[in-house]
T-cell receptor, first 114, second 113 residues
Framework: DSGVTQTPKHLITATGQRVTLRCSPRSGDLSVYWYQQSLDQGLQFLIQYYNGEERAKGNILERFSAQQFPDLHSELNLSSLELGDSALYFC?????????????FGPGTRLLVL | QKEVEQDPGPLSVPEGAIVSLNCTYSNSAFQYFMWYRQYSRKGPELLMYTYSSGNKEDGRFTAQVDKSSKYISLFIRDSQPSDSATYLCAMSPRRGGSEKLVFGKGTKLTVNP
């Protein structure tokens, strides 16, 4: 158990809908990262927050947004969902900044868009 | 050309075999190199971390980085059925650049008892 929690575990929804994925980082970790994992693209970095501020952006679509709250939990909002958004969404956390920081991954949220 | 290339396998070996997993990359700015292990239906977990070139050993695992060839390897000695998982390489530019990790697609390994 990495100490990172994600809810829900599974989500089934329809095209055009909006969903919110939630992540609670390990105690003491200030950085939160969101990743999308699909069979064809692999694990893709979406966005990083550090202590409430956006720190780095990756291949995140405009239909997706995220935020980190004062208690350091984070939410990833996915809107106008398309079939191709079906994937595993992982949250990871680390103590600080820098590529040398170990990222601890949560168990993921499996999203299925029908 | 993708930034990080990794043969997806699958790779199937008998218990006790030496396993070699590899990634190539194109971005010469990468300085930090990691190997993650992902069991089925779980999140990735960090196995090994190497900065710049050279070797690093941890028990049965050895990570090698050859920056001149833009090639990294993970060797598993005396492989065990519990090593059956997908192995992902990941890399990142030097400190002060983006902290984002770029992952390979992963190699699925099965170790048969």
């Amino acid at each position: 158990d990495s100490g990172v929690t994600q809810t829900p575990k599974h989500l089934i929804t329809a095209t055009g809908q909006r969903v919110t994925l939630r992540c609670s980082p390990r105690s003491g970790d200030l950085s939160v990262y969101w990743y999308q994992q699909s069979l064809d693209q692999g694990l893709q970095f979406l966005i990083q927050y550090y202590n409430g501020e956006e720190r780095a952006k990756g291949n995140i679509l405009e239909r997706f947004s995220a935020q980190q709250f004062p208690d350091l939990h984070s939410e990833l909002n996915l809107s106008s969902l398309e079939l191709g958004d079906s994937a595993l969404y992982f949250c990871a956390s680390s103590v600080g900044l820098g590529p040398q920081e170990t990222q601890y991954f949560g168990p993921g949220t499996r999203l299925l868009v029908l | 050309q993708k930034e990080v290339e990794q043969d997806p396998g699958p790779l199937s070996v008998p218990e006790g075999a030496i396993v070699s997993l590899n990634c190539t990359y194109s971005n010469s700015a990468f300085q930090y190199f990691m190997w993650y292990r992902q069991y089925s239906r779980k999140g990735p977990e960090l196995l090994m971390y190497t900065y710049s070139s050279g070797n690093k050993e941890d028990g049965r695992f050895t990570a090698q980085v050859d920056k001149s060839s833009k090639y990294i390897s993970l060797f598993i000695r005396d492989s065990q059925p519990s090593d059956s998982a997908t192995y992902l390489c990941a890399m990142s530019p030097r400190r002060g650049g983006s902290e984002k990790l770029v992952f390979g697609k992963g190699t699925k390994l099965t170790v048969n008892p």
